[in-house]
């Protein structure tokens, strides 16, 4: 009976060093779980070291601000038009999403349309080889492709040299703002020719899911010239276009550039119909028996439906047939058209 006593007890304390052990184990996975995972590169997990000095003791407040590739945010626009107004409706919306590895939970967020340059190198010059042609007494000089800019010299008698530049309209003084920005929901902390910084008015929450999540920056009034345009001979429907003027201060991302006009398909109008009628044809004979000359007349007839309580200017694209053969000729009769430009 003690020999059966000694060995439960040690069997006991096995059992309750096994479970302390288990319970280490486990805390240690927890803590390794807590911890962001490895990175490939150095600077990404580099400490930061902060010395301060102060002539007397007291509370401070630092703010840290880092920059992380892992968020981004795009831009998307919704245009709203109506037929009745020569106004179009644009909202400005932002696409954002991040995956950092921590929730944005209840923070300012800024968004800006440009973003920094990371590792920019100024580059060299590579040695300026000349020489002369021994049957021609003309210098000539070549430089190595190496940069879209670099220069090029040609020794016509008297060497030049041409650069390419890029022009750029970033000095040139704005133009005066035809209409005032409507319903704003996120302010311009920051404006100009290049670059804007939008501060989003309320507290914002972006998990770090890599979805896009959608934030409405700003809604613009601009102006819309419409126009409505029609192949009848592929396709009976009419095509609403606009043609927006941007007069705004603000920089659309991967459009036109701002204070330029850009165009927009607003899709089909079915108020405005168009009826492409069968072509007829008449056949003639104008001459003598030995020298007769062939003439066909055809006419095309086409038909316009306007159920809008406004006129409309409508352009109407069809085709006239070219000859490829000196002894046919194409006479338009009627009606009198301008060749488009």
Request: glycine residues 4%; contains cysteine; charged residues 20%.
């Amino acid at each position: 009976m003690e020999s059966y006593n000694a060995a439960a007890e040690q069997l006991d304390d096995k059992s309750l060093s096994l479970e302390e052990q288990i319970s280490a184990i486990n805390s240690e996975i927890k803590a390794e779980q807590r911890r962001p995972a490895p990175g490939g590169d150095d600077l990404l997990r580099t400490n930061i070291e902060i010395d301060l000095a102060a002539e007397a003791s007291g509370d401070i407040e630092m703010i840290l601000t880092c920059r992380d590739q892992c968020a981004s945010w795009e831009a998307r626009y919704d245009v709203r038009a109506s037929v009745e107004t020569a106004t179009v409706l644009l909202v400005y919306k932002a696409l954002i999403s991040q995956c950092t590895g921590k929730s944005w939970d209840n923070i300012p967020l800024a968004l800006e349309t440009t973003s920094p340059m990371f590792g920019a190198d100024v580059g060299g010059l590579t040695p300026w080889m000349i020489r002369v042609r021994r049957n021609q007494q003309i210098w000539t000089g070549s430089f190595p492709r190496t940069s879209p800019v670099a220069p090029e010299m040609s020794g016509m008698r008297r060497s030049t040299i041409s650069m390419n530049q890029n022009t750029s309209n970033v000095n040139e003084a704005p133009p005066t703002i035809a209409e005032e920005v409507a319903n704003r929901f996120a302010s311009v902390t920051s404006k100009g020719n290049i670059f804007v910084t939008f501060q989003i008015p309320n507290l914002i929450t972006i998990p770090s899911d890599g979805t896009a999540h959608n934030v409405t920056i700003v809604e613009l009034a601009l102006e819309m010239l419409r126009s409505w345009i029609a192949v009848p001979k592929k396709d009976p429907r009419v095509h609403l276009k606009a043609k927006i003027t941007n007069t705004s201060q603000l920089w659309f991302p991967s459009g036109d550039s701002q204070y330029e006009a850009f165009e927009l398909d607003l899709g089909l109008d079915p108020s405005v119909g168009i009826t492409y009628h069968l072509r007829e044809n008449d056949f003639t004979q104008i001459g003598e028996y030995w020298k007769q000359i062939t003439a066909r007349r055809c006419t095309q007839r086409i038909a316009v439906f306007n159920n809008k309580a406004v006129p409309v200017e409508i352009k109407v694209v069809d085709q006239i047939p070219v000859s490829e053969d000196s002894s046919l000729t194409v006479k338009f009769v009627t009606p009198e058209l301008t060749r488009p430009n």
